[in-house]
Structures are given as structure tokens and as C-alpha cells.
């Protein structure tokens, strides 16, 4: 429960009125003004809801300024190193770390639900080949609340584990079989013999023709970046899921929401973006090129990749993924990839710069996991298909939260409104 104590006095037109201050365990004060309208009869304008908290939460909290993120508590990059994925996954949806029993007990339920409904092939196949995986995922998980009647009732807690679990586990193979069908190969079932991010892997790139084993590396590599983007406080996609959630649509349809959010290039599109950047410098040698215009104030040329809209100091997810990218690219090489040499090479030659090192741009998150997932195949339409994936989790449990909160009310954000004032309809023949 956050400390009530203090009071801020806000004085409009020479009238005065007391609204609480909440403190929370960490994090700035938030000013309560749930009560504004109806006392002094004005709404507060924050577009974007960057000085807005729209919720309380015990789930996640970052610290922009020191670089830090914590889940429940505990720093990510500890987390990344010592834990793994569906750990993570534990932790984010029931408040604390799994004993050895729970956290088997856990895995075995996740596992259990990786099938599909056969029935949803006839969806995957109702799309082009061509249809981006991420379209494909919107649908499909949309969709799922056609399947699975017993997990929709919001109402019911137990209904609400069953989709929390099915979600987490169906998830993997959603987006593997959207990626199948876009490069036209069959779908590949999950197996209950594999882990979490091997599972994924073998969906992605087994066929029927020859056997396939998941590299340990790969998979481990995999398994840092599903845990690395488990949950990222209240972004733009959490904060849709959230929103869609407050009308008491299904689990399903909130997380279909969520996808669609993340669709946009502006928030599960960094890596991608990363990507083609390093595909526009082309070769190692033109890279001090485009440093020289990332550097030029009169140039609107920036590096992808390089710095955070959150992290003002450092990415701290960053340190972690670089170990598993120079894993990845240790075990596949970078000679014949032109992409992964030149992206080698700009990470050396940018943390070697003073002026990265001045405007703290280091690399972030998306820039290693772009490395990583372009060296193990994927195409850059399948790295926000990965992040979806990823970021299921920390959706669900942000909506198991918001359902079991007693004040929860539907969103309904309020307007400046510039539009015409009222006015009298005209007949066509006088206008």
C-alpha cells in the first residue's frame, strides 16, 4: 500500500484544493488527481501519458535515469545470467521465485499445453503465404477464444490460470507455424522433450527430411532473449492490454491487442530496424561514414540500435545479450555474413568513440538481439513475432493484475476538445 501522508495544494482561479501524494516503494511520488474534475471542474492534458500513472503495479519497475530494471524485484541482469525463461515466467505471474517443486510443476503445465487445436491449421492457411507472421499471430490469437470456451470467463480465477498457461505455452507455436507458413515448409509439432526455447527452435527450422538438434548456444541465446523482453513495465502494448482488459474483453482478445500494439515500428519494431540499418552501411569500411553523420547536428541521420528512449544511462539487458551475441557469432562466424561483420565492427568502433561514450549511447537490447536472431536465420520479419512471444508473459500477468484489483475501473481517457463548437445541421440544397 503506497504512503498517503502528504498533500499538494493546487490553486486555480484563487480556489484551492488539497490532492493526496502517493509514495510508492520506489520511484517518484504520484499526485492523485482522481477527484480533480469533480472539485474544481478540469481535466489534466499529458499526451503520450508520459507524467500519467495510469495504475499501480508490483510487477516491474525501471529507473531510466540509473539504468535499472527490476522484476519483483530482482535485477534483470541477474536474472538473465542465473535464471532462465519460464523461471522468469513464474516469478513475473505469482509474485516470487519457484522452489524446485513449483518450478517443476510450473514447467510441466507449460509444457503440456504447446499443441495447438488441430483446427487452427485451417486458419494459418486462410492467409497468403506472403501475409506478414505478425498479421497472422493477431488473427490466431484472436481467434483462440473460439477454441478454448473453458479459459474466457474473466471472472473465474481458475479460468484465468488456464489461459495464463495456455497463452505462454501456445505462444511458441503460434508464431513458429505463422513463420512456416511464410516460408512455406510444413508445420513442425512442439515436443514435450525440449525445453522452451529449443521447442521454439525446432518448430522454426526442423522439416521432415533430416533430423534436427537445437545447438545448447543457440538455445540458451534464445532463451536470454525471451527473458530479457519477459516484461518492460507499462509500455505501449502493456498499456493497450491493460486498456483492452478494463472492458472485461477475454484474455485472448487482450493479448491479440497487445500484439497488434507491438506490430508498430515504433515500439517491437528497434531490432528489425537495427537490422536495416546495418544492411544500408552494407560493409565495414563505410561505417566511419555513418558515424561521421550520426555525429553532425545538421544531419537527422541516427544509429539504430545505439542508446534507449527509457535507459538515459545504459541498457542493463545489454550487457547480458552481448555475451550471448559474441556466443552466437563465436559458433557461427561472421565471414561469409556481410551484415554480422559490419555490425561487429560498428559495435567496436562506437564503444570506442568518446562522443557514444559522452551522450551515453551504448548499445542496447535490440541491437544484439537483431545480431542474434539474423545469425541464426530469421528473417527480419519474425524478430517481432520473437518479441511477442517474449512479452506474453509480462502482458498476462499485468492483466491477471488488473482483473483482481478491487478498483478497477473500464479506460476512458478525456480530451482537449478544439473541434467546432455546436451548430445547426444544413440541408444539402443550401450549403
Not at 521454439?200 to 536470454?224: G, H, K, Q, T, W
Not at 518492460?232 to 477475454?250: D, I, K, M, P, W
Not at 541464426?376 to 519474425?382: D, K, L, V, Y
Not at 518479441?387 to 508473459?393: E, H, K, Q, S
Request: aromatic share 10%; hydrophobic share 40%.
Amino acid at each position: 500500500m503506497a504512503d498517503t501522508s502528504k498533500t499538494a495544494t493546487l490553486t486555480i482561479d484563487g480556489t484551492s484544493f488539497d490532492l493526496p501524494i502517493h509514495s510508492p516503494t520506489i520511484g517518484p511520488d504520484v499526485l492523485d488527481i482522481r477527484k480533480l474534475y469533480g472539485q474544481a471542474g478540469v481535466f489534466t492534458y499529458d499526451p503520450g501519458f508520459t507524467s500519467t500513472a495510469a495504475c499501480d503495479s508490483t510487477i516491474t519497475f525501471i529507473d531510466g535515469d540509473k539504468g535499472e530494471l527490476l522484476h519483483r524485484g530482482y535485477p534483470i541482469d541477474q536474472l538473465a545470467a542465473k535464471s532462465h525463461f519460464l523461471e522468469v515466467c513464474y516469478l513475473l505471474l505469482y509474485g516470487e521465485l519457484p522452489s524446485g517443486k513449483q518450478l517443476e510443476d510450473f514447467e510441466n503445465r507449460v509444457t503440456n499445453h504447446t499443441m495447438l487445436h488441430e483446427q487452427m491449421q485451417n486458419f494459418f492457411r486462410g492467409f497468403r503465404r506472403d501475409a506478414h507472421p505478425m498479421a497472422v499471430m493477431v488473427g490466431v490469437v484472436g481467434a483462440m477464444s473460439a477454441f478454448y470456451h473453458d479459459s474466457t470467463d474473466i471472472t473465474d480465477p481458475w479460468q484465468r490460470e488456464v489461459a495464463s498457461i495456455r497463452l505462454i505455452a501456445k505462444m511458441p507455436t503460434i508464431a513458429a507455424w505463422a513463420f512456416k507458413y511464410h516460408v512455406g515448409q510444413p508445420f513442425v509439432y512442439p515436443r514435450n522433450d525440449l525445453d522452451y526455447a529449443s521447442n521454439f527452435l525446432r518448430m522454426c527450422f526442423a522439416v521432415p527430411a533430416e533430423e534436427y538438434v537445437v545447438n545448447p548456444i543457440l538455445s540458451r541465446a534464445m532463451d536470454r532473449i525471451f527473458t530479457l523482453h519477459a516484461d518492460h513495465e507499462q509500455n505501449a502494448s502493456t498499456s493497450t492490454v491493460r486498456l483492452a482488459s478494463s472492458s472485461g474483453a477475454n484474455p485472448f482478445a487482450c493479448i491479440a491487442a497487445g500484439i497488434a500494439c507491438l506490430w508498430g515500428p515504433a515500439h517491437g519494431g528497434a531490432n528489425q530496424a537495427c537490422l536495416e540499418m546495418l544492411k544500408e552501411i552494407g560493409t565495414p569500411d563505410r561505417i566511419p561514414e555513418f558515424i561521421a553523420r550520426a555525429k553532425d547536428k545538421n544531419d537527422s541521420y541516427r544509429l539504430m540500435g545505439f542508446g534507449h528512449r527509457v535507459y538515459k544511462n545504459f541498457d542493463p539487458r545489454a550487457t547480458v545479450m552481448k555475451q550471448s551475441a559474441d556466443e552466437v557469432l563465436e559458433l557461427l562466424g561472421v565471414e561469409n555474413n556481410p551484415i554480422l561483420a559490419t555490425a561487429k565492427a560498428l559495435e567496436e568502433a562506437a564503444l570506442a568513440d568518446p562522443y557514444f561514450a559522452e551522450k551515453k549511447l551504448f548499445p542496447n537490447v535490440d541491437f544484439y538481439s537483431g545480431i542474434i536472431l539474423e545469425a541464426m536465420g530469421f528473417p527480419t520479419s519474425m524478430f517481432t513475432p520473437i518479441f511477442a512471444v517474449a512479452r506474453t508473459v509480462g502482458w498476462i500477468s499485468q492483466w491477471k493484475e488488473q482483473i483482481s484489483d478491487p478498483q478497477l475501473k473500464i479506460g476512458r481517457p478525456r480530451q482537449l476538445y478544439l473541434g467546432a463548437e455546436a451548430r445547426d445541421y444544413v440541408d444539402i440544397e443550401t450549403r
